[in-house]
T-cell receptor, first 118, second 111 residues
Framework: GAVVSQHPSWVICKSGTSVKIECRSL??????MFWYRQFPKQSLMLMAT?????????EQGVEKDKFLINHASLTLSTLTVTSAHPEDSSFYIC??????????????FGPGTRLTVT | GQNIDQPTEMTATEGAIVQINCTYQ??????LFWYQQHAGEAPTFLSY????GLEEKGRFSSFLSRSKGYSYLLLKELQMKDSASYLC????????????FGAGTRLFVKA
């Protein structure tokens, strides 16, 4: 089956620093990847849609200057949390949909990255 | 706006059947998904419905009524390992495909 990896799986950083999270589709290409954030005991909240070769589409309320997304290839999207603060501590999950139209039925999730900002 | 509702928690007994309901209000409906998520892990795909009716897949079945904005996930022959959160998610297509998740239903299976 399709596999999506994320790196790192967990990270602890100091307040004010930046953290980059990578999301890779290992055995398929994906024009579109999605970034979600999940706080404890809550559901996934879509942050942004990452589009290969173009700018990401951010959901309302998500600061695009704080959460930088780069989708440089059909298998890699990165999320950089800039000037991280303790309230950014969360579980960040990416997902990718096989194909180049973004309309496939299945959406494969990465294992998630747990970010803790001290 | 987009809205997805599902019960917060449910409890059922091992070997029994449980139905988890989901109602939604969206524009540009393009399919409904059910995912299972164990604590601390990423969601895993269970089912997809885009047309009205019942889709069966082993112990899991999912039903959709687009006119009512309603879906349910049916789990049969419950096992302890089925204790998890079940997420109802709706895909929309308004200028691009996007999947929005409900808050999830935490299912507790007891012996």
């Amino acid at each position: 089956g399709a596999v999506v990896s994320q790196h790192p799986s967990w990270v602890i950083c100091k307040s004010g620093t930046s953290v980059k999270i990578e999301c890779r589709s290992l055995d398929f290409q994906a024009t579109t990847m999605f970034w979600y954030r999940q706080f404890p005991k809550q559901s996934l909240m879509l942050m942004a849609t990452s589009n290969e070769g173009s700018k990401a589409t951010y959901e309302q309320g998500v600061e695009k200057d704080k959460f930088l997304i780069n989708h440089a290839s059909l298998t890699l999207s990165t999320l950089t949390v800039t000037s991280a603060h303790p309230e950014d501590s969360s579980f960040y999950i990416c997902s990718a949909r096989p194909g180049t139209s973004g309309s496939g039925n299945e959406q494969y999730f990465g294992p998630g990255t747990r970010l803790t900002v001290t | 706006g987009q809205n997805i509702d599902q019960p917060t928690e449910m409890t059922a007994t091992e070997g029994a059947i449980v139905q988890i309901n989901c109602t939604y209000q969206t524009s540009g409906f393009n399919g409904l998904f059910w995912y299972q998520q164990h604590a601390g892990e990423a969601p895993t795909f269970l089912s997809y419905n885009v047309l009205d009716g019942l889709e069966e897949k082993g112990r899991f079945s999912s039903f959709l009524s687009r006119s009512k904005g309603y879906s349910y996930l049916l789990l049969k022959e419950l096992q302890m390992k089925d204790s998890a959160s079940y997420l109802c998610a709706v895909r929309t297509h308004t200028g691009g495909f996007k999947t929005i998740f409900g808050a999830g239903t935490r299912l507790f299976v007891k012996a």
